[in-house]
Each structure stands twice: as structure tokens, then as C-alpha cells.
T-cell receptor, first 112, second 117 residues
Framework: KQEVTQIPAALSVPEGENLVLNCSFTDSAIYNLQWFRQDPGKGLTSLLLIQSSQREQTSGRLNASLDKSSGRSTLYIAASQPGDSATYLC???????????FGKGTTLSVSS | GAGVSQSPSNKVTEKGKDVELRCDPISGHTALYWYRQRLGQGLEFLIY????????KSGLPSDRFSAERTGESVSTLTIQRTQQEDSAVYLC???????????????FGPGTRLTVL
């Protein structure tokens, strides 16, 4: 059964810092891994999707990597801004590819 | 273009009542998913539709929960005889289709916040 863990649970950084959010999953037989952002009281915004055959994806200041063999993914945020403050969720597909299994998230606070 | 929409945005009901939650997926998306997020908890998968069929309903927590999809479009999640532990945000997502790769990128709606008194 797929389980997803995110570390740290919370992170506070000053504006301008580069930071890394970590995600680990127990079942390497994934179809893909998706990173989301969740703002308070709002739905989820998809940030990056990494297919199982890929090693990384980039979008603007965000870079996500995937290492299936070790069951790890990282989300790198460059030059953080106060607007990046949100909860970041990592989700890996279950073995059947019919659902996303979510971690509990990392709540990021970027101070100006 | 239009994203995933859900209604109502908020629903307050009394214990024991039935509720229906609606999801309108992105046009043309054949896959639809329901999740729930209880306060302080992570998102939990409930059910997956491919077209109008539900090949994976393994996340439904009890037989009080059911869902249907019609016209390969709108889906309704029904909770019968609601209990206080059903209080949560119910999120719907859709993706272009089955298979691997970007076809499985899921796009989420804003959710329905259900409060059972």
C-alpha cells in the first residue's frame, strides 16, 4: 500500500532563500508524482507532474526531481518570495494508477 | 478555460440527513476523482470514475457513501444519514484520461466544505 511522507511539516524562511521540500513514498511502482500548492480555504493548484520515466521537471523558479529507486522526490524553490507562502503537497499514484496518495504537506512561510 | 467546479461551496446539515455534492469536471476529461480532507488530516482518496464507470471505489469509507457520474460529465457524491465524522472538505478532480504520463495530471476544484452538526 502506497504511503507518502513529507518532511519538514513546517518551514519558515526569509525572502530570497532557496529551499528544498522533501517527499518520500513506499511503493516505487508509480505512474507519476505530482506536486501541488494549497492556499488556506482554497483548492489545490497543480505545480509540477513528473512521469515515472522522468527524473525532473521545471517550471519557473520551481524544480522537482524524482528518484524512483530510493522512493524520493524533492521540490526546489529558488529565490523564495512571500507569495510562495502556502502548504505544498506531494502525491504519488497508487499501484493501479487510479488514485493519488497524498502526504500531509509542508507549510511554508516566507517572510519579507 | 473553465476549470473544475463544485457546488455547493459550503453545506451545513444536521446529523442523520442526506446530502448531495456536485462536481463538474473540465470539459473533455474522461477521468474524475473524489477526495476528502478532514480537519488537520491529509487528503484521502474516495472514488475514481473512468467515463461513467467506477473501477476503483476502494476509498469509500462506508456504505453510506455513494457516487455516480452521468454523460461522462457531472458527478454527484451522496452521503446518507450523515454523521459528525463526515465533516470535511470534499474535493473533486478530473484528468484528461487513463494511462500514464500527462494524461493523468489531476486538476482540482475548490471543494465543498461539509459541516455536520
Amino acid at each position: 500500500k502506497q504511503e507518502v511522507t513529507q518532511i519538514p511539516a513546517a518551514l519558515s524562511v526569509p525572502e530570497g532563500e532557496n529551499l528544498v521540500l522533501n517527499c518520500s513514498f513506499t511503493d516505487s511502482a508509480i505512474y507519476n508524482l505530482q506536486w501541488f500548492r494549497q492556499d488556506p480555504g482554497k483548492g489545490l493548484t497543480s505545480l509540477l507532474l513528473i512521469q515515472s520515466s522522468q527524473r525532473e521537471q521545471t517550471s519557473g523558479r520551481l524544480n522537482a526531481s524524482l528518484d524512483k529507486s530510493s522512493g524520493r522526490s524533492t521540490l526546489y524553490i529558488a529565490a523564495s518570495q512571500p507569495g510562495d507562502s502556502a502548504t505544498y503537497l506531494c502525491a504519488a499514484t497508487n499501484q493501479a494508477g487510479t488514485a493519488l496518495i497524498f502526504g500531509k504537506g509542508t507549510t511554508l512561510s516566507v517572510s519579507s | 478555460g473553465a476549470g473544475v467546479s463544485q457546488s455547493p461551496s459550503n453545506k451545513v446539515t444536521e446529523k442523520g440527513k442526506d446530502v448531495e455534492l456536485r462536481c463538474d469536471p473540465i470539459s473533455g476529461h474522461t477521468a474524475l476523482y473524489w477526495y476528502r480532507q478532514r480537519l488537520g488530516q491529509g487528503l484521502e482518496f474516495l472514488i475514481y470514475f473512468q467515463g461513467n464507470s467506477a473501477p476503483d471505489k476502494s476509498g469509500l469509507p462506508s456504505d453510506r457513501f455513494s457516487a455516480e457520474r452521468t454523460g461522462e460529465s457531472v458527478s454527484t457524491l451522496t452521503i446518507q444519514r450523515t454523521q459528525q465524522e463526515d465533516s470535511a472538505v470534499y474535493l473533486c478532480a478530473s484528468s484528461p484520461g487513463p494511462g500514464t504520463g500527462s494524461y493523468n495530471e489531476q486538476f482540482f476544484g475548490p471543494g465543498t466544505r461539509l459541516t455536520v452538526l
